[in-house]
């Protein structure tokens, strides 16, 4: 998990964006190394999931540049559609609701962006789903539909769907909070697991059990931009900045 300094492979530098006139990411500069799993904190509306949605271009942030590798995106000016298609190629993302398709089976359900983005084969699609469901501990579901499945359940198969694309870095927005407690530790142990196996992620969490001993290091934002980042312990348990202090004293 641990990376080494020169191995930076996203690079944000004074990335920001606005809702009219409220300024919601107050030119965010941030690196994030290859192998990398950076955990961001903060308090509800301090720009955490527009920060995510900013990465990959859910939303279009409106200045500064976004460079994923070589790849560089200037945000000042419209990006081009190819761009945009190289961008999130590499870029995978897991949502707090998992949005899965209910009229499909969980097979379907990983498989069918495969053949759709990546022009797999519907037989190369559904052995690499079925290698991926196993790796979330779901192989015995591929053939149900998800509403059979717990949230918990429901949650690992769209962690899987996204890892079916290849994805280089992993987003993960408050993938736990919409879970109840227990389901949501078999969530945090897949993504322990893909943390483990080298994975690039920037994970939004409330889980302050996962900022602190899963991820290396953790951000705090508030107001649109970063409080303090860090190494994970050294900023849980002895945090410099009095704003995270208090949003620590709060949550634990
Ligand atoms: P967080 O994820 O940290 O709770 P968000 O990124 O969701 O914060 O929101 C940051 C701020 O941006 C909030 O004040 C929110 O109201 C505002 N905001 C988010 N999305 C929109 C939108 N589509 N239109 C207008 N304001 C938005
Ligand atoms: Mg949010």
């Known amino acids: 998990m641990t990376a080494a300094a020169d191995n930076v492979l996203i690079r944000l530098a004074s990335l920001s964006k606005h809702y009219g006139t409220h300024t919601v990411l107050d030119g965010i500069d941030l690196e994030v190394c290859s192998g990398e799993v950076l955990a961001i904190i903060g308090p ?9 949605r900013c990465i990959n271009y859910l939303e279009p942030p409106d200045g ?9 995106i200037d945000a000042s000016r419209p990006a081009t559609a190819a761009e945009l298609s190289r961008l999130r190629r590499r870029i995978g993302m897991v949502f707090q609701s998992f949005n899965l398709f209910p009229h499909m089976s969980v097979l379907r359900n990983v498989s069918l962006a495969q053949e759709r983005v990546l022009g797999r084969s519907r037989k190369d699609a559904d052995e690499r789903s079925m290698q991926l469901l196993k790796r979330v501990g779901l192989a015995d579901k591929a053939s149900q539909y998800p509403v059979r499945c717990s949230g918990g359940q429901q949650q690992r198969i769209a962690i899987a769907r996204s890892l079916a694309l290849d994805p280089e ?10 879970l109840d407690p227990e389901l949501g530790l078999e969530v945090l142990a897949v993504m322990r697991e893909l943390a483990e196996s080298g994975m690039t992620m920037i994970v939004v969490t409330h889980e302050m059990g996962f900022a602190e001993n899963v991820s290396d290091n953790v951000m705090i934002m508030a107001d649109g931009h970063i409080v303090e980042k860090g190494p994970s312990k050294a900023i849980m348990r002895d945090p ?12 634990h």
């Open 44 to 52: 509800s509306g301090s720009g955490k999931s527009t920060l995510l």
């Open 64 to 72: 500064g540049t976004i460079t994923i590798g070589s790849a560089n």
């Open 169 to 178: 870095i992993m987003l993960f927005d408050e993938p736990t909070s919409a």
């Open 240 to 251: 410099q900045q009095e704003r995270t202090k208090r949003f620590l004293r709060a949550v």
